[in-house]
């Protein structure tokens, strides 16, 4: 199973961006969705998740700001970024759970994107 995430760039300060996340590979079913970051010098914290029912859960300093939906039909999830801020500059990594047909439940990582938010 892969992750595989785009769409992170250098923007300015109000501006907006897209990430995507595709989950490829011998998959049963994608469970959680989640979208982490990790700033310079700061550890990775959760960004936003959402559950196969669509539940979403936001850290509070993106909350209004950033969206997070999934397709399940192409086990991919978004991240849609508007009113960036220089804080919100990190590398964004996704994270899946995954039911895989062997019966197991693994959680696996992408390989990370950048964001870059100019002032």
């Known amino acids: 199973v892969q992750l595989q995430a785009s769409g992170g760039g250098l923007v300015q300060a109000g501006g907006s961006l897209r990430l995507s996340c595709a989950a490829s590979?011998?998959?049963?079913?994608?469970?959680?969705m989640a979208w982490y970051r990790q700033g310079p010098g700061s550890q990775r914290e959760m960004v936003a998740s959402?559950?196969?029912?669509?539940?979403?859960n936001y850290t509070d300093s993106v909350k209004g700001r950033f969206t997070i939906s999934r397709d399940n039909s192409k086990n991919t999830v978004y991240l849609q970024m508007d009113s960036l801020k220089p804080e919100d500059t990190a590398v964004y990594f996704c994270?899946?759970?995954?039911?895989?047909?062997?019966?197991?439940?693994?959680?696996?990582w992408g390989q990370g994107t950048l964001v870059t938010v100019s002032s």
């Open positions: 994270n899946a759970g995954v039911s895989l047909p062997s019966g197991y439940f693994r959680n696996y």
């Open positions: 590979g011998r998959i049963n079913r994608v469970d959680d």
């Open positions: 959402i559950i196969s029912g669509f539940n979403t």
